[in-house]
């Protein structure tokens, strides 16, 4: 199965070569040019892996990945002209998993994205399932399944479901989920999670039952 990367940088030509490269290999590239797009895309989709540029307009590198390691544990491998040590250890701080330094080769960029895939995918449990309500979600692959039918979840949507099916039967605060979902900075609405639980019980049907609202409390899963 080819894994899917996610490219960030705002070098057009660079994405374009990356990009084909990535293709000639068997994988599937995905691009944005700016920090902001690449939000928005991490929200709605999953990746194997993630190249980020480092200097980028309207949000540097360095934020977003200090945005998606809120919630996301994917694998994050720096571009950057930088070379400084301390750039490199505040990237390290923020949860990148290694550093390029451009000009780099392709072939050895490719090595160190096949070699971090593989780690992840190893660092989960093979079998690693949780089971409550008809529902199922399979923690090594990230999927989620009703039955035998897969249903789809943004991240932010599947942390919350997985959340809550690691305390089953406990009824959590909406400040706790904001803290393990979006994290301790998160400066905005707590009725964020409101919306994200209602896009959640859409997709999960009949099946959304199991997900009680407990009045000026929170939310429960029950099994």
Not at 160 to 182: A, D, F, G, T
Request: net charge neutral.
């Amino acid at each position: 199965m080819p894994y899917k990367i996610f490219i960030v940088e705002d070098e057009e030509k660079l994405r374009e070569v990356l990009c084909d490269y990535f293709k000639s290999k068997g994988e599937l590239p995905v691009e944005a040019g700016d920090g902001i797009q690449a939000l928005a895309l991490l929200e709605e989709q999953e990746f194997d892996a993630v190249l980020l540029d480092i200097m980028m307009p309207r949000l540097d590198g360095l934020s977003v990945c200090r945005a998606v390691r809120k919630s996301n544990d994917v694998p994050i491998v720096f571009l950057t002209a930088l070379s400084d040590e301390e750039d490199k250890l505040l990237g390290y701080e923020l949860g990148a998993d290694d550093y390029v330094t451009k000009p780099f080769s392709l072939s050895v960029l490719y090595a160190k994205l096949l070699a971090l895939i593989k780690r992840n995918q190893r660092n989960v449990l093979t079998g690693d399932r949780m089971e409550a309500g008809g529902i199922t979600l399979d923690q090594a692959r990230r999927k989620v399944f009703i039955g035998k039918r897969e249903i789809l979840l943004t991240p932010k949507e599947y942390a919350l479901l997985r959340c809550l099916m690691q305390n089953k039967n406990l009824v959590l605060s909406r400040e706790q989920l904001l803290i393990k979902c979006w994290g301790y900075d998160y400066e905005g609405e707590s009725r964020a999670v409101d919306t994200h639980i209602k896009r959640l019980r859409e997709k999960l049907g009949e099946h959304a039952s199991c997900i009680k609202t407990v009045i000026k409390a929170g939310y429960r899963l029950e099994g």
